[in-house]
């Protein structure tokens, strides 16, 4: 196997031609006589002891090409690659040139990574959010705490929405129990919003020990196509009703939820983590828009393979995390009314960013001579084993260190452009039109007399 040539073209594409000798494709045709044999049927053989030569003799000297080709261009089109020291950044296109039996060539038409160029990457402009935090987002925080730490207790009388109900439950439709209909001492929170609109908003009023019959009407989304848009009737009895009581806002309430003894101190806690979340989503936020100007003065020519390359990984990226859910990336595109080119155009623009920032980033790190050290990446590894409670090594099993060092160099790249980056103010909303006085609407509206 030998890389014959390689042929640049514009605009950072390249062909190479590769060949594959004699030996190995010999070989390799003979592995598929062994892999295909059992399956051929010949006359006057027992089936899979038909010789090689009879078998090519009725079906063509070729007959195990295909098979041959596809057995070795892989390891062929890696060794070219390395030989021919290029950073190819696509799949290739491969053509067959010649083939017979000493053998075959092939070209594989591949996109070069591209010489770009980036105009600008300091003292760009961007709008900056001074991040602060309210008495009034700090008790709504706290107010989470609380009601993660409430507890429910019997109440007299009626129903009220918060409340929680235990209850039976069995539901009719045309006057016959259908399948899921069915629940036994099922705690409903009153205006969760768990049942189909109208069920929750009928219990209101309940008391424990009270039978109901309430009828609703199924959304015509809903996800049972047999009830979709169906009126239903459901029978039952309240068991209970409970009230949500919340914990006294005091000291005693924060030294159970935190590892603080006072109430202020807790507040006081809860300011600074809200503060620091603020932050970082500013930064964030002025950092990507730092960006976004940045590959704006990118020169240079980018291939178009690069970005349909991109748009194959955010693809997957997207289906590996529908599937994390339970969804399948074909039952998706179904429910938002995408075929898959469809779908794959959606991810363009992002496509686009990707790779523009990932170039003028390397461009970046280039330029201003930035480097990432074994330790600094070790350092990550065992942050990310921390994080995620995984053993070390099998975080370094699932994430290569070369890919590591790269990630984290673009990190520092990007951290440069922020540091380097002049917040401005941001630009006001504009304001919404005053109303009208009264007398002067009437007497807009009122039409003129003749």
Do not use: W
């Not at 196997?1 to 070989?27: G, Y």
């Amino acid at each position: 196997m030998s890389l014959k040539n390689v042929e640049r073209q514009e605009k950072n594409v390249a062909i190479l031609e590769i060949s594959v000798d004699k030996e190995t494709f010999a070989a390799a045709c003979q592995k598929a006589y062994r892999k295909n044999v059992g399956k051929i049927m010949i006359n006057g053989f027992r089936k899979g002891k038909a010789p090689r030569h009879i078998i090519e003799r009725i079906y063509g000297k070729d007959v195990f090409y295909e098979d041959a080709i596809e057995d070795t261009y892989p390891a062929a089109y890696e060794a070219a690659c390395e030989e021919a020291g290029l950073e190819i950044v696509s799949r290739p296109e491969l053509t067959i040139k010649e083939i017979g039996e000493d053998g075959y060539t092939f070209t594989a038409k591949v996109a070069l990574k591209p010489e770009i160029t980036v105009a600008q990457y300091k003292g760009l402009e961007a709008p900056y959010t001074e991040p602060s935090v309210t008495d009034e987002e700090v008790d709504a925080e706290i107010n989470i705490r609380r009601q993660r730490s409430s507890r429910l207790e019997d109440k007299d009388g009626e129903a009220e929405l918060g409340d929680t109900v235990i209850i039976d439950y069995e539901g009719f439709e045309g006057g016959k129990p259908f399948e899921g209909g069915k629940g036994q001492d099922h705690h409903l929170k009153l205006g969760s919003g768990a049942f189909i609109p109208g069920f929750e908003d009928q219990l209101v009023g309940k008391k424990a020990g009270e039978e109901y019959e309430i009828t609703v009407t199924f959304p015509t989304e809903y996800h049972a196509a047999e009830l979709a848009g169906k009126e239903a009737v459901f029978k039952g009895i309240v068991h209970s009703v409970k009230k949500e009581v919340l914990p006294e806002l005091d000291d005693d309430f924060a030294s159970e939820v935190s590892e603080f003894d006072t109430l202020a101190e807790y507040k006081e806690d809860t300011r600074k983590k809200l503060l620091e979340n603020k932050t970082k989503a500013a930064d964030a936020s002025f950092e990507n828009a730092l960006l976004g100007k940045m590959i704006e003065t990118i020169e240079g020519d980018i291939p178009e393979a690069m970005y349909e390359t991109e748009q194959d990984n955010l693809a997957s990226e997207y289906s590996y995390r529908m599937q994390s859910q339970g969804i399948t990336l074909d039952n998706y595109l179904k429910i938002t009314g995408l075929d898959m080119d469809g779908f794959r155009k959606s991810l363009r623009p992002q496509a686009e960013n990707r790779v523009k920032t990932t170039l003028a980033l390397e461009y970046v790190a280039k330029t201003e001579g930035l480097e990432v050290t074994d330790e600094e990446v070790e350092a990550e590894y065992k942050k990310m084993a921390d994080e995620y409670g995984m053993e070390l090594d099998r975080v370094k099993e699932l994430a290569p260190a070369e890919g590591m060092k790269h990630d984290l160099l673009m990190q520092k790249a990007s951290a440069l452009v922020r540091e380097n980056g002049v917040k401005t103010e941001p630009v006001a909303e504009p304001a919404e039109p005053a109303e009208a006085p009264a007398e002067e609407k009437d007497a807009e509206e009122k039409p003129a007399e003749e």
